[in-house]
């Protein structure tokens, strides 16, 4: 089964690089440019540079082309899947599409396994997701991710394609948790970036962490997710990773708010968008959700990180 990845930000490169010290894979940009770039340079300068492209991994801007492989990697931003595969539903149709972003589309609340079935019905479908920065996984450091995919024959083929040397797939049948997981993450670390920021210490941080996590809970097994899901790296893995690390930009973009700092907002940022989802997901199932609440009034400046802590001290008192 040949491979390509469709979407050359440092994650799908990233992944292409890892999956070329297996055979032969197809990396695809939009940008011609950066495809011309990257061909003659073997990096990709503008969004994981200092790694250099292996042999087995060929650049192209062709989408027919790349998509002639059997499987390929979505990894694009939450927010342009959609439009994404609607550009190029001819291409995609019959292929097997492996999604590996993280968060909630904005005006509908899906998430990727939702928003592919809904661009290309009857498409076989699975996600990537779990604790891995795209450095980390482009240097062959040992890395462990989530295939979730409800076609339980399809995931075990999927776990055997797309594992690594140094990249270990673990496979779930439970699409929803992992998909809720890895988007919910991203909103809380954004918190936890904000606290360590305006210097409120660990304490706080794990205070947020941990009833952050309760809410990820919540939602996620309201929307049919099994609670074993959560606890596993899709949920609770990539939580810790993305809450206490300077690599990830969800938590550098908290640690700007806290610090009132600038932040460059070129930067793909999930929990943002991601963040106004669940607050409307949680108006409309009548659910708490208060820490990712908060976190998109803060993102919107509607709140200082004083103010925004303030208002979560300062909720009714309950049992944990
Ligand atoms: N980076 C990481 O460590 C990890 C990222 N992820 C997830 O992977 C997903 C992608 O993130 P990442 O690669 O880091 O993001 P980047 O910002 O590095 O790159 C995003 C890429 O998507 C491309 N893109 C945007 N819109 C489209 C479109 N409509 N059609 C085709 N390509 C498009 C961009 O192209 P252009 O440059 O032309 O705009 C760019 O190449 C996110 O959901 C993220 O959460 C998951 C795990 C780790
Ligand atoms: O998802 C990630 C780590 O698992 C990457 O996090 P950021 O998108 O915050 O950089």
Partial sequence: MSVAVLGSGAFGTALAISLAGKGP????????????????TRENQQRLPGLPLPE????????????????????V??????????????????????ACC?????NS??????????????TRTALLTGPSFAQDIARGLPTALTLACAEADLGRDLQ???????????????????????ALKNVIAIGCGACI??????????????????????LAVLKGARPETLMGLSGLGDLMLTCSSDLSRNYR????????????????????????AVAQLARDNRIEMPISTTVAQLSNGDYSVAEAMRSLLNRPLKEE
Wanted: glycine letters at 10%; hydrophobic letters at 40%; a negative charge.
């Fill in 25 to 40: 894979v197809t990396l695809w940009s939009r940008s011609p440019e950066q495809a011309r770039q990257m061909q003659e």
């Fill in 56 to 75: 087995a991994l060929s650049v192209t801007d062709d989408l027919d082309q790349a998509s002639q492989s059997d499987t390929l990697l979505l990894a």
């Fill in 77 to 98: 931003p939450m927010q342009k899947l959609r439009g994404m595969m609607s550009d190029h539903a001819a291409a995609l149709r019959g292929r097997v599409l492996v």
């Fill in 102 to 106: 993280k968060g909630i589309e904005m």
């Fill in 109 to 122: 609340g899906l998430g990727p396994m939702a928003v592919m079935a809904e661009t290309l019905p009857g």
């Fill in 160 to 182: 055997a394609q797309l594992t690594t040397a140094n990249l270990r797939l673990y496979r779930t049948t439970d699409t929803i948790g992992a998909e809720l997981g890895g």
């Fill in 197 to 218: 920021g305006a210097g409120m210490g660990d304490s706080a941080r794990a205070a947020l962490l941990t009833r952050g996590f309760a809410e990820m809970q919540r």
């Fill in 253 to 276: 973009f908290g640690l700007a708010l806290g610090r009132q700092e600038p932040f460059d907002r070129s930067t793909t940022v999930e929990g943002v968008a991601t963040a106004h």
